[in-house]
C-alpha cells in the first residue's frame, strides 16, 4: 500500500508538470509563438514541491538532484513575471520554507536521507550516473532559461530551453526503462511532443490550431488561451 500511494505522489508530480506544458503549448499554438505564461511557473512551484517528495520517499537520488536544481528558478521566473508578489503570503513563505525543511530532513533523518537515497542498492552506480546527468541536463534549461531571461528583464523560453528539453528527456526516458519507473516513463513520453512543437514554432512553422477552419472550435480556443496568463 505504501509503494502505491508513493507512486501516487509521483503521478500526481508529473500530472501537474504535463499540465503546466499543455497550458504553456496551447498558448503558444494559438498566439503562433513561443510564450511563457505565469501559470507555467506556478504549476511548476507546486509541482516540484510533490515530485521531491516522491524523490525523497523513492530514494532517487537523480529526481532529488533535479528538483534541488530548479526550485528556486521558478520562483525567479514568477518574480520576473511581476506574479510572485501578486501571491498571498503565506503562500511565498511556504514557498521558501518547504525545500529548506527538507534538506534539512535529508541532512538529519534517520530514513531517506542523503546516504539512503545516494547507497540506494536498487540503482545501480552506472545507472544512477547515467539518470543524474539526465537530470543534470534536463533540468539545466531551467538553468539556461533563467540565465537567457535574466538577460532580458523578462520570463522567456528559448530555442536552447526546447533543444535541451529533448535531450534531457530522452536520457531520463532510457533511465525509466531500466529503473522501471513508470513515473518518469509516463512524463517523458508526453513531453518529448510538447518539446518538439516549441522548436518547430521558433522556426517559424505554423500554428496546428491554425489550420483548423471551425469558427466554434477557434472561438472556443481563443476564449481558453485569453484565460492563460
Known amino acids: 500500500m505504501q509503494e502505491y500511494l508513493i507512486y501516487a505522489l509521483g503521478f500526481a508530480a508529473q500530472l501537474l508538470f504535463f499540465a503546466r506544458t499543455i497550458a504553456q503549448w496551447f498558448k503558444s499554438e494559438q498566439e503562433g509563438e513561443v510564450i511563457s505564461p505565469v501559470i507555467y511557473w506556478q504549476i511548476s512551484l ?12 523513492r530514494n532517487d537520488f537523480a529526481i532529488v538532484l533535479g528538483q534541488f536544481i530548479v526550485y528556486f528558478i521558478y520562483i525567479r521566473n514568477l518574480q520576473l ?9 503565506a503562500v511565498r513563505v511556504l514557498a521558501v ?20 537515497i545516494i547507497s540506494n542498492k536498487e ?4 545507472l544512477l550516473v547515467w539518470g ?35 535531450a534531457g528527456s530522452l536520457m531520463i526516458f532510457v533511465y525509466a526503462i531500466y529503473r522501471m519507473d513508470p513515473v518518469l516513463f509516463a ?9 518538439g512543437r516549441n522548436i518547430l514554432l521558433h522556426f517559424g512553422r505554423k ?4 489550420g483548423l477552419n471551425t469558427p466554434l472550435l477557434n472561438k472556443l480556443f481563443k476564449k481558453v488561451s485569453d484565460k492563460i496568463k
Open 81 to 89: 513575471k511581476k506574479a510572485w508578489g501578486r501571491l498571498f503570503w
Open 132 to 166: 543524474s546527468a539526465g537530470q543534470v541536463v534536463f533540468t539545466f534549461r531551467f538553468v539556461y532559461q533563467w540565465i537567457y531571461s535574466e538577460n532580458r528583464k523578462d520570463s522567456v523560453l528559448p530555442l536552447g530551453f526546447w533543444l535541451i528539453s529533448t
Open 46 to 57: 507546486l509541482g516540484s514541491i510533490i515530485m521531491l517528495t516522491y524523490g525523497i520517499l
Open 123 to 126: 540503482v545501480p552506480f552506472l
Open 97 to 116: 520554507i518547504t525545500p529548506l525543511a527538507y534538506l534539512a530532513w535529508l541532512i538529519f533523518a534517520d530514513s531517506n536521507n542523503f546516504e539512503s
Open 207 to 210: 500554428s496546428i490550431l491554425s
Open 187 to 195: 512524463a517523458h513520453s508526453l513531453g518529448l511532443f510538447i518539446y
